[in-house]
């Protein structure tokens, strides 16, 4: 006699209030030599430790994501039709990211020295937590939480009970607990709005995430 089942999946969900302000760093300039555009690289380098310094942190908070420095072409029109390709220079990109705490008023020390003494750095916020693990088991019980009660609700209207759990299809990926502030909110980054040496009254929403974990039940008459 064949088990008769049930497959149910469950949806978990998580909302988790963030602990890392993420200041993101995107350096980009054009020299006329590549000894010019990686000893602007470096000298950025150092003035973004100096920061760190001056602020009394930890000088190895930054962290680089991206390093590049590529020849820099333009296109050359002729009466309005393309004709060649001039070398102009060497074009420096870097992406650079600083985790801070959740302090305004460092963050707008920080965002104040970036805009005004950094010109080829345009800036970005972000928001994280420090440990995505936690969040991601309260998530997986949530989802087994959900689940369950589904099958118990199912079985129950059609006069059935649940037997014993025969599969759980569960695969495991980082969740995504981040959230960048969108260009036209982030009016904070820009140099003119940089005035004020007080705190930023920033409040971030939550970081939510959702995954869904399916179970299979034995199921039994009666």
């Not at 000894?35 to 602007?40: D, K, N, Q």
Request: aromatic share 8%; glycine share 4%; with cysteine.
């Amino acid at each position: 006699m064949s088990t008769k089942t049930i497959t149910v999946t469950g949806s978990g969900s998580v909302s988790v209030k963030p602990d890392i302000t993420r200041v993101n760093l995107s350096i980009s300039a054009v020299k006329p030599t590549y000894i010019e555009s990686y000893e602007l690289a470096q000298d950025y380098n150092r003035q973004i430790k100096g920061f760190m310094r001056r602020l009394k942190l930890d000088d190895k908070l930054p962290k680089t994501t991206r390093f590049q420095i590529d020849k820099k072409k333009e296109s050359v029109y002729v009466n309005g039709n393309y004709s060649h390709e001039k070398f102009v220079g060497y074009k420096l990109s870097q992406e650079v990211h600083i985790d801070l705490g959740m302090d305004n008023l460092i963050l707008g020390k920080v965002l104040k020295m970036v805009a005004t003494e950094m010109v080829d750095t345009e800036i970005s916020i972000s928001y994280t937590v420090s440990d995505s693990k936690q969040a991601q088991y309260d998530l997986i019980e949530d989802a087994a939480r959900d689940a369950k009660e589904k099958a118990l609700r199912i079985t129950r209207a059609v006069g059935c009970t649940l037997g014993d759990i025969l599969t759980i299809n569960y695969s495991w990926r980082n969740i995504n607990l981040y959230r960048e502030l969108p260009y036209e909110d982030a009016y904070l980054v820009r140099p003119c709005a940089l005035t004020s040496e007080g705190p930023l009254d920033i409040e971030p929403e939550d970081l939510k995430a959702s995954d869904d974990v399916t179970f299979v039940w034995e199921i039994k008459q009666g």
